[in-house]
Nanobody, 118 residues
């Protein structure tokens, strides 16, 4: 079974930066597109960004374009999300999952909490 372990979240002031990581075990990581999602309190989980396998072509939701960068290290089976110029509305639990713009699995890792506040 494929497992996801997210890390790197924390408390940061508006305008700050964080780099999230998602370690993936099971399956062949390099064969699949991967995505980051987030869920704020009392809101639905939403797609943040997706990246395909080899060329690194990516998709971003409009609200994070120009501020977030998704990347991957296929040798280390790890997905990253570099988040710059963070805003309070980026506060959420962030998750990763396999797939391009839609989650392949119905289960999720524990997520990593990102809180943007002064």
């Amino acid at each position: 079974q494929v497992q996801f372990v997210e890390s790197g979240g924390g408390l940061v002031q508006p305008g700050g930066s964080l780099r999230l990581s998602c370690a993936v075990s099971g399956g062949t990581f390099s064969n699949y597109a991967m995505s980051w999602y987030r869920q704020a309190p009392e809101k639905e989980r939403e797609l943040v960004a997706s990246i395909i396998t080899t060329t690194g072509n990516a998709y971003y939701r409009d609200s994070v374009k120009g501020r977030f960068t998704i990347s991957r290290d296929n040798a280390e089976n790890t997905l990253f999300l570099q988040m710059n110029s963070l805003k309070p509305e980026d506060t959420a639990v962030y998750y990763c999952n396999r797939g391009w713009r839609f989650p392949h699995y119905t289960y999720w890792g524990q997520g990593t909490q990102v809180t943007v506040s002064s």
